[in-house]
T-cell receptor, first 112, second 111 residues
Framework: EAQVTQNPRYLITVTGKKLTVTCSQN?????MSWYRQDPGLGLRQIYY???????DKGDVPEGYKVSRKEKRNFPLILESPSPNQTSLYFC???????????FGPGTRLTVL | KQEVTQIPAALSVPEGENLVLNCSFT??????LQWFRQDPGKGLTSLLL?????REQTSGRLNASLDKSSGRSTLYIAASQPGDSATYLC??????????FGAGTQVVVTP
């Protein structure tokens, strides 16, 4: 079954404690991205990756890092989380040709 | 910068009525437009994808139209059911390949 998985699904942490949210896809898609969703602000892109070892900033990259060492995985790293990074995070992949986006189930992060 | 607007922000209809959801965008140079459904606290499910060269797409009770020149898309859901209650998001892929989302329309279908 084609899918995008994220872990963890829920996370409560404290300010400054480094964390990583993993994203994995089994569709062999080259393009992957991270979004955050906040009430009233909608979905905003954090980072994206066109292929292995190729990443670029989206609209709201501050406070985040990503890496793309292999095609199937695209982890999101928060080196020093702050309360304003409390949000619902989504990983997405894009299929070749039709540019259709496929989303993971989301990770709800709370930073105290 | 591309801006995507969805009106209304919320909509409540009785079961059986047809739903009409609107999406407008400011830059007509889009690559495609996609409609998504999101249930509370859940991920996004792709409903329909319309390429820029297409005028509409249909899937079951869902029909989406695209008018690039006027910067509009409409999602029609025929004979609504309580299970259609969700937030519906539209997103356009601009000519740079970047996806821009609208804020969504929250739909409630009452039995």
């Amino acid at each position: 079954e084609a899918q995008v998985t994220q872990n963890p699904r829920y996370l409560i942490t404290v300010t400054g404690k480094k964390l990583t949210v993993t994203c994995s896809q089994n569709m062999n898609h080259e393009y992957m991205s991270w979004y955050r969703q906040d009430p009233g602000l909608g979905l905003r892109q954090i980072y994206y990756s066109m292929n292995v070892e190729v990443t670029d900033k989206g609209d709201v990259p501050e406070g985040y890092k990503v890496s793309r060492k292999e095609k199937r995985n695209f982890p999101l790293i928060l080196e020093s989380p702050s309360p304003n990074q409390t949000s619902l995070y989504f990983c997405a992949t894009e299929g070749q040709g039709r540019n259709e986006q496929f989303f993971g189930p989301g990770t709800r992060l709370t930073v105290l | 910068k591309q801006e995507v607007t969805q009106i209304p922000a919320a909509l409540s209809v009785p079961e059986g009525e047809n739903l009409v959801l609107n999406c407008s965008f400011t830059d007509s140079a889009i690559y495609n437009l996609q409609w998504f459904r999101q249930d509370p606290g859940k991920g996004l499910t792709s409903l329909l994808l319309i390429q820029s060269s297409q005028r509409e797409q249909t899937s079951g009770r869902l029909n989406a139209s695209l008018d690039k020149s006027s910067g509009r898309s409409t999602l029609y859901i025929a004979a609504s059911q309580p299970g259609d209650s969700a937030t519906y998001l539209c997103a356009v892929t601009d000519s740079w390949g970047k996806l821009q989302f609208g804020a969504g329309t929250q739909v409630v279908v009452t039995p």
